[in-house]
């Protein structure tokens, strides 16, 4: 009898030691992109402060003013800018309010549906997440990066890629793509440092997800004498819906 009580609690005692179900990191992720919104430009007002090592420029956006009025160019350098600043600033907004007019409408003619969410996750291989560390707050996992064609595609694939994800908010944190030595993306050039960055985070006190920040930086040589160094970086903040199309709720779903 005791022998058959011993190998009972044996066996209750592997049993309890093998490992928990494997997360699917995937679906996780999958979901974690879902909870962001990205068309908060559309009817939320807010700040943009974009920085290169040239200067650093603070605007603002109102969707509820008119077409031609909706960017405000606050600051630059912390000082008001001059008449010409603003004009040139405005006209790089106008440029990239047209550009992203053409690729919605490049969507649309060819039938793709992919939104910003697809976009970040094809950046990541698939099957290539793994964990690095989970706690209460997050998971935090490493990626191998994944580009668009064959040869970034193999620039990419010498990067390290790491993303976390909130528990409590189950959405996208961070996503952060560097490199940790020298990479020759083709021959002559050497990037000494590259670094991609987006964050996310709640707009409001247990309101929607929005992007918060992108930072990229790259740093090499192409042939010896040719060196090149840029970084920008654009932050997003002071939230404001002048819309009723996306009220400030939770992502409760």
Known sequence: MTRKLLFATLVLLLLGARPAIAQNYEALLERALEKITWEYPDSWAYTETRRTKEATWVGRYDPSRDDTSRWTLLTVDGRQPTPEEAAEWLEDKDSERQQDEDEAESAADSGSDDGDDNNVGMMISPGSLELIEENEQHWLLSFTPKGDDEEENAFMKAMQGTLRISKPGEHLELLDIANDKP????????????????????????????????????????????????????????????SDSLEPSSNEQ
Not at 183 to 202: A, M, S, Y
Not at 217 to 225: E, F, P, S, V
């Open 183 to 242: 990479v020759k993306p083709k021959v002559g050039v050497k990037i000494r440092d590259f670094k991609t960055q987006l964050t996310f985070g709640e707009a409001f006190e247990n309101g929607l997800v929005v992007p918060l920040s992108f930072h990229f930086r790259i740093k090499g040589r192409a042939y010896l004498a040719v060196g090149f160094d840029e970084m920008e970086s654009r932050e997003f903040s002071d939230f404001e819906p002048v």
